[in-house]
């Protein structure tokens, strides 16, 4: 694991791809945290707004005081294929 990196997954419990996304971070010991809301509440909405994606889940590497958007799933997957061993 890189030091000083996290990843931020804000999604739903009832959200496949959210809690494979969870399971994907867990199984190469990366350091995360799982942000889990109801399907349709105001902090998803919320964070499809701040963040500009619109679907769950939204995975967000954080850097020391920088956030990288990395976006949802199928994105996290590839980002993990080129930078994390």
Not at 59 to 80: A, C, F, R
């Amino acid at each position: 694991m890189s030091s000083g990196r996290k990843y931020l997954v804000i999604g739903s419990l009832a959200c496949p791809y959210c809690v494979k996304a969870q399971e994907l971070l867990q199984s190469k010991g990366l350091d995360y945290t799982f942000n889990a809301y109801p399907f349709r509440s105001d902090p998803i909405r919320e964070a499809k707004k701040q963040y500009k994606w619109k679907t769950i889940p939204i995975v967000i590497l954080l850097e020391g005081d920088w956030e990288t958007i990395i976006g949802g799933y199928d994105s996290l997957v590839e980002y993990l294929n080129e930078h994390e061993a």
